[in-house]
């Protein structure tokens, strides 16, 4: 059995070398090798075992600051087992765990596959709004169409962490199409007037400047009623429709391929890639009249109703065959199986 002994949210994760190597294979000093005594158990029983404490495990870490660590004797001589003496019973058990897990497995991927698919649905129909030219669709840019605006440089000195202030809407409080408040720095409520046009109000779009895409995709979020009142900071954009771009349609507008496209195609920067105001209003696009934009967006957001139903669903199964798993095994070490 392979434990990793290492970091924080991997400390504990165990794995079992149920085949020979290909060829000869090491651990570093991350992984703790733990073998069983000759003897005492079928070896595929064996793994299972230590995967039924393996939440355990990963509470036993010490240290702090992404080096947390498990020792060899912790893991030694503070978790305990039971286990049938009898190695035809632990072959019989491993046997039927191997059968359910495969099922499981089986399940699983079919339900990611699926959820994958639900959420490709509504990227798919959402992208070809943006490759498709209909009639009456004017060639413009983003610049000529909405009014920008990029946050300001509020002082960290005087943020605060009282409830009753105003929240301030920073690059890091932006995520793939919505907000997290977990991380939410505050400006005092009686220190605002000046400040009122950096006020955010609901539908508004924003935009992170400064690394504005990772893995996960592009940083960008519509204002809710729930997110207000907040201030819009440095390094941030405030994207407003115009008289000829309904708010709703450059929302899906900005979650376009094409807009990410051109985001990456000319942001600067290596260690901290951003991009300027100029930048974000030179994107080029095709602009239906407004009676179309209004009944796409409206399409497309019942599309998306229906697609995050299907996610929730596939979501909710998924965590039933993982909570399936955990009884499993939970009846296989207490004779119940």
């Known amino acids: 059995m392979l434990v990793n002994s290492t970091g924080t949210g991997t400390l504990g994760r165990v794995a079992q070398v149920r085949d020979e190597p290909e060829e000869a294979t090491t651990v570093d000093s991350h992984v703790t090798i733990v073998r069983p005594k000759p003897g005492l158990f079928h070896l595929d029983f064996f793994g299972y075992m ?98 920008l605006l990029a946050g300001f440089a509020f002082k960290s000195a005087q943020y605060t962490n009282d409830d009753d202030d105003i929240r301030l809407l920073r690059g890091d409080n932006i995520i793939q199409g919505c907000l997290r408040w977990d991380d939410v720095k505050r400006w005092p409520a009686d220190d605002t007037e000046e400040y009122e046009r950096y006020q955010l109000e609901e539908g508004d779009v924003v935009l992170a400047m400064d690394r504005p895409w990772v893995k996960a995709g592009l940083k960008h979020a519509t204002i809710s009623a729930d997110d207000l009142p907040c201030l819009l900071v440095q390094r941030t954009a405030r994207l407003r429709g115009g008289a000829n771009l309904d708010n709703r349609f450059l929302k899906l507008l900005i979650g376009s391929s094409a807009f990410t496209s051109h985001i990456l195609g000319v942001q600067t920067g290596i260690g901290v890639p951003h991009i300027s105001g100029q930048q974000i209003k030179d994107f080029e696009l095709a602009r239906p009249p407004i009676a179309d934009q209004r009944r796409i967006a409206d399409n497309l957001e019942s599309l998306r109703e229906e697609t995050q139903r299907l996610a929730r669903l596939y979501e909710r199964k998924l965590a039933a065959l993982e909570a399936l798993k955990k009884s499993l095994l939970h009846q296989a070490f207490t004779g119940a199986l």
């Open 50 to 147: 230590l995967v039924v404490i393996e939440d355990a495990i990963k509470e036993a870490g010490e240290g702090c600051g992404g080096q947390t660590e498990l020792a060899r004797s912790v893991l030694a001589e503070q978790f305990s087992v039971s286990y049938p003496e009898s190695l035809a019973e632990q072959q019989r058990i491993v046997g039927l765990l191997d059968e359910a897990f495969e099922g499981i497995a089986t399940a699983k991927a079919n339900a990611e596959k699926n959820l994958q698919n639900a959420r490709a649905l509504f990227e798919s129909h959402l992208q070809s709004v943006f490759t498709q030219r209909g009639k009456g669709w004017k060639a413009t840019t983003l610049g000529a169409e909405i009014d």
